[in-house]
T-cell receptor
Framework: GAVVSQHPSWVICKSGTSVKIECRSLDFQATTMFWYRQFPKQSLMLMATSNEGSKATYEQGVEKDKFLINHASLTLSTLTVTSAHPEDSSFYIC????????????FGPGTRLTVL | AQTVTQSQPEMSVQEAETVTLSCTYDTSENNYYLFWYKQPPSRQMILVIR??????QNATENRFSVNFQKAAKSFSLKISDSQLGDTAMYFC????????????FGQGTRLTINP
C-alpha cells in the first residue's frame, strides 16, 4: 500500500510556543489530506480537510487560528499548533488520498504532542 | 449528518476463536462506503476491509469478512481463526463519496486475543 509519513513522531514543547507537524505522501500524489486528533482510548476526530493549493476546510469547533494547515504541494501538508497549551496535548494523525470515489485513505503513523 | 455506533467498547476471545464486532450507522444516502480499520498498539491505522454499499456481496479479506445489512444499516466484522496479532482497537468508518469524502468513525472496540 501507499506510504504516508509524519514528522516528528513525538514532540514536547513549552506552553506558548508553536509546533509544526509535517505529513508527506511518499509514493503517490495526494489530492486531499486530512488531519485528525485522537485522545487516549478514544476515536479519531477529524479536524480539517486539506486540498493542495487551497484553504483547508475546518470541522465545527476547530479553531482555524489555533491549528494552521498548509497544503503546499501534492505530497506535503503541515499542521501548525500555534501558542500551544497543555490542553492541546494529544495524538495527531494525518491521512492522504489520491482521490476518486471511496478511495482508501492512507494514514501516517501519528505525532504525539506534549505541551508542558 | 452521518453517525457510526460501535456498541462494544471491549471484547476478549481466545486465540483461534471467531469473534464478531458490531457496527451500526445512520445515513440518508443510498451510495456510500464502509470501512473497518485496525489500530494496533503502535497506533498506525491499517485498513482491514472495505464495502461499497451498492454491492450486495459481503466483502472478504482472508480471515476477515463482513456482514453488511443495508436495510438495517449494520456492518459487522467477523474475524475467523483469531491470532494474537489481531489484538488492537477496531474502528468502523463511513464515507460519503460525494464532496470531501470524509471518514466518520465509530467509537472503537478494543479487541484482545488471549493465548
Amino acid at each position: 500500500g501507499a506510504v504516508v509519513s509524519q514528522h516528528p513522531s513525538w514532540v514536547i514543547c513549552k506552553s506558548g510556543t508553536s509546533v509544526k507537524i509535517e505529513c508527506r505522501s511518499l509514493d503517490f500524489q495526494a489530492t486531499t489530506m486530512f488531519w485528525y486528533r485522537q485522545f487516549p482510548k478514544q476515536s479519531l476526530m477529524l479536524m480539517a480537510t486539506s486540498n493542495e493549493g487551497s484553504k483547508a476546510t475546518y470541522e465545527q469547533g476547530v479553531e482555524k487560528d489555533k491549528f494552521l494547515i498548509n497544503h503546499a504541494s501534492l505530497t506535503l501538508s503541515t499542521l501548525t499548533v500555534t501558542s500551544a497549551h497543555p490542553e492541546d496535548s494529544s495524538f495527531y494523525i494525518c491521512s492522504a488520498t489520491a482521490g476518486g470515489p471511496g478511495n482508501e485513505q492512507f494514514f501516517g503513523p501519528g505525532t504525539r504532542l506534549t505541551v508542558l | 449528518a452521518q453517525t457510526v455506533t460501535q456498541s462494544q467498547p471491549e471484547m476478549s476471545v481466545q486465540e483461534a476463536e471467531t469473534v464478531t464486532l458490531s457496527c451500526t450507522y445512520d445515513t440518508s444516502e443510498n451510495n456510500y462506503y464502509l470501512f473497518w480499520y485496525k489500530q494496533p498498539p503502535s497506533r498506525q491505522m491499517i485498513l482491514v476491509i472495505r464495502q461499497e454499499a451498492y454491492k450486495q456481496q459481503n466483502a472478504t479479506e482472508n480471515r476477515f469478512s463482513v456482514n453488511f445489512q443495508k436495510a438495517a444499516k449494520s456492518f459487522s466484522l467477523k474475524i475467523s481463526d483469531s491470532q494474537l496479532g489481531d489484538t488492537a482497537m477496531y474502528f468502523c468508518a463511513f464515507m460519503n463519496p460525494q464532496g470531501a469524502q470524509k471518514l466518520v468513525f465509530g467509537q472503537g472496540t478494543r479487541l484482545t486475543i488471549n493465548p
